[in-house]
């Protein structure tokens, strides 16, 4: 029999999976502005940034930092894998008996490994957008006609200030 206490984390960990896939959608309706006419940037779910690929390739620097964005915007099998053993842990935890200390221990488990998953995921994604940002510029800097994109999906002078989570570490000797 379920918990007052466990329904709720059912609850919120499903809100969670829900949330973070309306911010998957998004992104798929990104749009770039080329020679006064829109042009989506992810014509493919497989494939973000294809939808500039025509006019990318005729500068060799910016096909590169292209092919670099669409590599690292591929699944990534080790978040994959630690979301779904964060996901199987707290599962675990509602299936065990009430008594079992192990409960609470797989419990807090698994929502650190799914929180951890998460941060991971958010941060190299991020870090991957600047591949794409990098190629529009190169390609910019040398050719015509001008690509005009913003990431966050607003326009660049707009005041409006785009929030996020990363990680990162710097390391010095």
């Not at 690929?53 to 990534?76: C, F, N, V």
Request: with cysteine; glycine share 6%; proline share 1%.
């Amino acid at each position: 029999m379920l918990t007052f206490k466990a329904v709720k984390t059912l609850i919120l960990c499903t809100i969670f999976i829900l949330t973070n896939n309306l911010f998957a959608a998004e992104t798929c309706s990104r749009v770039a502005v080329i020679n006064y006419q829109d042009v989506l940037v992810d014509t493919d779910s497989s494939q973000k940034g294809e939808g500039l690929r025509y006019h990318l390739e005729k500068d060799a620097i910016a096909k590169s930092y292209l092919d670099t964005y669409q590599e690292g915007s591929r699944i990534q099998w080790p978040n994959a894998i630690l979301g779904t053993v964060g996901t199987g842990m707290v599962i675990t935890s509602f299936l065990t008996a009430s008594t079992n200390n192990n409960r609470k221990t797989f419990l807090i488990g698994g929502l650190t490994m799914i929180a951890i998953n998460f941060l991971m995921a958010r941060t190299l994604e991020r870090t991957n957008e600047q591949n794409l940002l990098t190629a529009i510029d190169e390609y910019n800097k040398r050719n015509l006609p001008k690509i005009f994109f913003s990431a966050s999906g607003e326009d660049e002078n707009s005041d409006k200030s785009d929030y996020g989570v990363s990680v990162n570490k710097e390391w010095s000797f």
